[in-house]
């Protein structure tokens, strides 16, 4: 299984942006996505994440601001970003908790590369 994600980029504080992770595989069954974060010097943290029934989790510091959405006919996971500030700036890595159902049913999870984002201020 493999995530390719895109849309992160450069935007000024205020703006908006939103990158989707693509999952790829024959036989598989994506469960939990999400989105996770690392700025330089710091530890990489859950930013959102959503389960197969659509329930959403948030880190603090992004309620109200992002909303994690998916499509499971494109194994897809979007992170709309608003309202961003400085604080956002990081490398955003997505991950998806998946199975395989082949001659046995093997259950993992996928991180994908990560794609820049950076809030001027």
């Known amino acids: 299984v493999q995530l390719q994600a895109s849309g992160g980029g450069l935007v000024q504080a205020g703006g908006s942006l939103r990158p989707a992770c693509v999952a790829s595989g024959s036989g598989v069954r994506v469960n939990g996505m999400g989105w996770y974060r690392q700025a330089p010097g710091k530890q990489r943290e859950l930013v959102a994440d959503?389960?197969?029934?659509?329930?959403?989790n948030y880190v603090d510091s992004v309620k109200g601001r992002f909303v994690i959405s998916r499509d499971d006919g494109k194994k897809t996971v979007y992170l709309q970003m608003n309202s961003l500030k400085s604080e956002d700036t990081a490398v955003y890595y997505c991950?998806?908790?998946?199975?395989?159902?082949?001659?046995?049913?093997?259950?993992?999870?996928?991180w994908g590369q990560g794609t820049q984002v950076t809030v001027s201020s």
């Open positions: 991950n998806a908790d998946y199975m395989i159902y082949g001659d046995e049913i093997v259950a993992g999870r996928a």
């Open positions: 959503i389960a197969r029934d659509g329930r959403t």
